[in-house]
């Protein structure tokens, strides 16, 4: 057993080009909450000890008015930085203006975290139930191995109706480990069915039970060691291209193809929902709204 508490990494330096703003700070309720809000609420309650939240300087302002108040003497909170900028000079591209992706993200942590650690999107909720299983396998996983965990999703339970998402397709063998994650950058619900984009931009269908990743990972501190060697093959295969991402999947499937550590599956039953549109908004809130009937959570959180 692990006595060390979880770190809860947030991923909040994305530009939200399909929504339109800063969607990580948008709320979606009388009281002011932010979905953020409810991960943070989640963590807590689960047992993690830490709180670092991944964005670019322009927001850091913003971002310390709206939680480092209200979560003073709850739960630690720090701040990591990732800047298009933030890579070896000779792949710097003054054209760029981009972050180059979560894999990415997850790299500006290298120095700052020596724990057990959760990473996921600031515009997603989770559900309580995902945060208490998570918290339990991490303090569970020896610190200095290499077993790594994920929270996956059905795919129908993470749609939105208004446009398309990307999500991390996944194969999962019978032990629940994961075999292999394939990013799946466009995947849309059209005339009822679901449907994905190909490598040759042709619409193909995909099976509505699918397991896919929404981004909830459990690593221990030795991911960075695989993470680093990687961006940099990265970043010599696409030095010239304005718009390419590094994501934690492909970090994933290559540490997998390696058999250097393994992926447990950790599997949640609960319907996600987040912000990918501007028109995801109002569903939140009823959501929320719901949620706060029913007493999952206090009509104010802080």
Known sequence: MNKEKPTLVILAAGIGSRYGGLKQLDTFSPEGDTIIDFSIYDAIEAGFGKIIFIIRKNIEREFEEAFTKKLAGKIAVDYAFQEVEYVPEKYQNPNRKKPWGTGHALLMLKDMVKENFAIINADDFYGKEAFEVMAATLLQTDKASYDFSMMAYLLKNTISEYGFVSRGECQVNSEGYLTS??????????????????????????????????????????????????????????????????????????????????????????????????????????????????????????
């Not at 990972?217 to 010599?236: D, I």
């Not at 009823?286 to 007493?295: A, D, F, N, S, V």
Request: proline share 3%; aromatic share 12%; charged share 30%.
């Open 181 to 302: 994650i394939t990013e799946r950058t466009h995947i849309e619900k059209i005339n009822g069915h679901l449907m994905r984009k190909n490598e040759g931009d042709n619409f193909i269908p995909i099976d509505e039970n699918t397991v896919v990743s929404m981004n909830f990972w459990g690593f221990t501190p030795k991911c960075f060691e695989f993470a680093e060697g990687l961006f940099k093959e990265f970043l010599e295969k696409n030095k010239d291209n304005l718009t390419a991402e590094f994501f934690i999947p492909l970090i994933v499937d290559e540490i997998l193809r390696s058999n250097s550590a393994t992926v447990k599956v950790l599997q949640s039953t609960a319907k996600w929902f987040g912000v990918t549109y501007k028109e995801d908004k109002e569903k939140v809130q009823q959501e929320i709204t719901r949620l706060k009937k029913q007493k999952k959570y206090p009509s104010k959180l802080w």
